[in-house]
């Protein structure tokens, strides 16, 4: 059964970059049949994707954030990763990787989550 | 795309009947709306898939149904784990969220 868990710092300083990363187990990121992607939801409100990656490299971002994200992917170590610089306290949100299946266009796995709160 | 769903909240008892609605601002191709349920402090978790194909696990009081702009999730009798937020998603875009609380 697929699992996804995403790791990274709880706590950064406005201005800074975010990093989270997604492992990824019981299944290959390498798959054609999914996007791997990043959603994201501020305290008390809805959900926001942030972005996603192909197993090609081929990447898709929100164009509200595409100015400031990057995702990669390290197929090696079967998981992907978020960047988002120039973080303000707007960015601060629970951060979920999820799978996404292009075959009926819906996200089928959700990783648990991680909070990241932006503060000096 | 924008998926505008309603109510905001609904008030209901166990054993009620639930219909949370989703409407779309253009047509969903290929009937691609998908339901998620998220409960406090927990990931969403899917429901529904393709408008109306249950998820695995789903129990079968849950139901989707609607195409083009109108989609519903219906709960045929409320148990008391099914009260929760739920989210309908068309491609990247999600809905505002029904919030189904114990009346």
């Known amino acids: 059964q697929l699992q996804m868990q995403e790791s990274g710092p709880g706590l950064i300083k406005p201005s800074e970059t975010l990093s989270l990363t997604c492992s990824v187990s019981g299944g290959s990121i390498s798959s054609n049949s999914y996007y791997w992607g990043w959603i994201r939801q501020p305290p008390g409100k809805g959900l926001e994707w942030i972005g996603s990656i192909y197993y090609s490299g081929s990447t898709y971002y929100n164009p509200s954030l595409k100015s400031r994200v990057t995702i990669s992917a390290d197929t090696s170590k079967n998981h992907f990763s978020l960047k988002l610089n120039s973080v303000t306290a707007a960015d601060t949100a629970v951060y979920y990787c999820?799978?996404?299946?292009?075959?009926?266009?819906?996200?089928?796995?959700w990783g648990q989550g991680t909070l990241v709160t932006v503060s000096s | 795309i924008v998926l505008t769903q309603s109510p905001g909240t609904l008030s209901l008892s166990p054993g009620e009947r639930a219909t949370l609605s989703c409407r779309a601002s253009q047509s969903v191709r290929n009937n691609y709306l998908a339901w998620h349920q998220q409960k406090p402090g927990q990931a969403p978790r899917l429901v529904i898939y393709?408008?109306?194909s249950r998820a695995n696990g789903i129990p079968d009081r849950f139901s989707g149904s609607g195409s083009g702009t109108d989609f519903t999730l219906t709960i045929s009798r409320l148990e008391p784990e099914d009260f929760a937020v739920y989210y309908c998603q068309q491609y990247d875009t999600f809905g505002q969220g029904t919030r189904l609380e114990i009346k």
């Open positions: 393709g408008a109306s």
């Open positions: 999820a799978r996404y299946s292009t075959s009926g266009s819906y996200y089928d796995t």
